[in-house]
């Protein structure tokens, strides 16, 4: 088992441009869901789904557009990338709510 | 709404003994905590449920108030790899509806020191 990938590892972008963050997991896991962590504001949900075809905003999701095609992958759109948009993103999966959630190893995202 | 955790940062010696608390201003269902090593994900250490189960790990141990929404993780004769970022999260429902979701705290970044 792979467990939680996500890529790219590393990204610089200039402002304006748009990307498309992947993360897959191979657990067959119904939850997943985006996180973005800062120096000091801990771990902020952006959007999460609860199953394919399903998606949910979370506590920051502006500039931000999430999809759930299949439950293996949920990738994250930024639609023109800001400078306020710099930071580390974790991607995230779960059987439910009740069990532990297994973090992707991050992407961290610099927007010049 | 994000959950408060106390203290911001602690540095400690090894073998010495600490408490991190996580409160909320709202009624929780259950709280979990993870822990993050610089430069590397967030590692899942417990839940704990309303009504008193626990999952996880069998070394470090937690208590939750449902009462007063708080929470606190004990770790007891600390060792240098305990050092990290310990992070609260917290579901206020039983997670069954589609808007239920895990808010996680600021963090507590713990040192020990040898």
């Keep these: 088992?792979?467990?939680?990938?996500?890529?790219?590892?590393?990204?610089v972008l200039k402002t304006g441009q748009s990307m498309t963050l992947?993360?897959?997991?191979?657990?067959?896991?119904?939850?997943?869901?985006?996180?973005?962590?800062?120096?000091?504001?801990?771990?902020?949900?952006?959007h999460y789904s609860v199953?394919?075809?399903?998606?949910?905003?979370?506590e920051v999701p502006n500039g931000y557009n999430v999809s759930r095609s299949t439950t293996e992958d949920f990738p994250l759109r930024l639609?023109?990338?800001a400078p306020s948009q710099t930071s580390v993103y974790f991607?995230?999966?779960s059987w439910d709510l009740s069990y532990e959630q297994y973090f992707g190893p991050g992407t961290r995202l610099t927007v010049t | 709404q994000q959950p408060v955790?106390?203290?911001?940062?602690?540095?400690?010696?090894?073998?010495?003994?600490?408490?991190?608390?996580?409160?909320s201003s709202k009624a929780?269902?259950?709280?979990?905590w993870y822990r993050q090593k610089h430069g590397e994900?967030?590692?899942?250490?417990?839940?704990?449920?309303?009504?008193?189960?626990?999952?996880?790990?069998?070394?470090?141990?937690?208590?939750?108030?449902?009462?007063?929404?708080?929470?606190?993780?004990?770790?007891?004769?600390s060792q240098l790899s305990y050092s990290g970022t310990y992070f609260c999260g917290t579901l206020r429902s039983q997670g069954m509806n589609r808007d239920d979701k895990i808010i996680f705290g600021k963090g507590t970044r713990l040192h020990i020191l040898p």
């Excluded at chain 1, 939850?31 to 962590?37: D, E, I």
């Excluded at chain 1, 199953?51 to 979370?58: F, K, L, M, N, S």
């Excluded at chain 2, 929780?28 to 979990?32: A, C, I, K, T």
Aim: charged share 15%.
């Design chain 1, 1 to 11: 088992n792979a467990g939680v990938t996500q890529t790219p590892k590393f990204q």
């Design chain 1, 22 to 46: 992947q993360c897959a997991q191979d657990m067959n896991h119904e939850y997943m869901s985006w996180y973005r962590q800062d120096p000091g504001m801990g771990l902020r949900l952006i």
């Design chain 1, 91 to 93: 991607c995230a999966s």
């Design chain 2, 5 to 23: 955790q106390s203290p911001q940062a602690v540095i400690l010696r090894e073998g010495e003994d600490a408490v991190i608390n996580c409160s």
């Design chain 1, 51 to 58: 199953g394919a075809g399903i998606t949910d905003q979370g």
């Design chain 2, 28 to 32: 929780l269902y259950s709280v979990h």
């Design chain 1, 79 to 81: 639609l023109s990338a």
């Design chain 2, 41 to 77: 994900a967030p590692i899942f250490l417990m839940i704990l449920l309303k009504g008193g189960e626990q999952k996880g790990h069998d070394k470090i141990s937690a208590s939750f108030n449902e009462k007063k929404q708080q929470s606190s993780l004990y770790l007891t004769a």
